[in-house]
């Protein structure tokens, strides 16, 4: 949990790093991939996951500029990853200029349940972290190596002496 606003800051920085790198391994014909034939394409995923800062940030009372015409998935992956950067410094200052550490031990309703600021920021992230996981997937189904997240694809444990990566 997040005491203050720069332990927050932190977790911020390093998802959001690991998210860019997912987001510039797209290229724009892997936009259209999709897991099933009615489902979201990875363009629209990532862009979700993009456009959806500002927005779940406003929900929770911060003044941020949300995404004009956020329903239109754009074709270019450089642009959503562009975008993703701008929205996540963006969402930095936000919080840093309108909220304080005793902000974070305040509590709203936050999907019919009560919850700290703490607890919605943390749960930014997990929605980032989730669709993240959902884009990997759609990269490699696309025949993209995604970007090793948590650990190497595997593609890359060889560089750690493993010839045979566990399954």
Same mark, same amino acid.
């Given at each position: ?31 259209? *991939? ?7 394409? !990875?363009?629209?995923?990532?862009? +979700? ?9 406003? +929900?929770?009372? !911060? /003044? ?13 992956? /450089? ?24 902000? !974070?031990?305040?509590? *709203? ?16 992230? /997990?929605?980032?972290? +989730? ?27 060889? +560089? ?6 566990? !399954?």
């Amino acid at each position: 949990m997040y005491i203050t606003i720069a332990d927050f800051i932190r977790e911020w920085n390093r998802e959001a790093t690991l998210t860019e790198k997912v987001l510039d391994g797209l290229t724009d014909e892997s936009l259209q *991939q999709k897991v099933y034939q009615e489902g979201r394409t !990875l363009g629209r995923i990532a862009w +979700h996951l993009t456009t959806n800062i500002p927005e779940y940030l406003a +929900h929770f009372g !911060l /003044k941020v500029d949300e995404v004009k015409h956020k329903e239109e998935v754009p074709t270019s992956a /450089k642009e959503i990853a562009d975008t993703f950067k701008d929205l996540s410094s963006a969402a930095t200052k936000a919080i840093e200029e309108q909220w304080t550490d005793e902000s !974070l031990r305040e509590v *709203q309703t936050a999907f019919g349940r009560e919850e700290s600021n703490a607890q919605i920021l943390m749960g930014l992230i /997990k929605h980032i972290v +989730h669709h993240r996981g959902q884009a990997t997937i759609l990269m490699r189904q696309a025949g993209i190596k995604p970007f090793g997240v948590y650990g190497p694809p595997k593609e890359d444990w060889i +560089h750690l002496g493993v010839e045979n990566p566990p !399954l």
